[in-house]
């Protein structure tokens, strides 16, 4: 699987390939990105939840019980966002929050048997048109594809928090 290390900004001057490469990468993953967050929004939406509230869901489950805080941070929202996230799916009966066994003043955050089930119908119904949309690439392009995607994903997140 690739890795890309994250490094300091190079010269330009230094490497004249780097700026046109930059430019292709950024139109290419900006028309990937307004390809699949249309997509979700057609997709996830049908399914009664919000793009943002399918990503809660998603972490809890990821994750396991989480708290609040873990989870706006997860999806880099603030606390009050995320609370109005965990409210919509709690009234859903998606999510379900329970006390902490560590901090009985906390509270944790799990899926519900339904949160589960809505995740794996969700999961599957876009898993199987990505199927469908990767089907025609070589395999080894297949393979590749997730540890790029996955190595640009950290190395972008890498130099937020930098």
Known sequence: MPTIRCTPPSDPARDPGL????????RAVTRLVQVWESRDRDRICCHDVSIRQCRALEAVMDLGPLSLQVLADHLQVDKSTASRVVAALTDKG????ERDPSDGRALLLRATPE????????EDEVVSQEAELIRDLPESVRRALPGVLDGLAAAAAARESA
């Open 19 to 26: 700026l046109a490469d930059a430019r292709t990468l950024h």
């Open 115 to 122: 949160g589960v089930a809505l995740r794996r119908r969700i």
């Open 94 to 97: 998606y999510l379900a929050r």
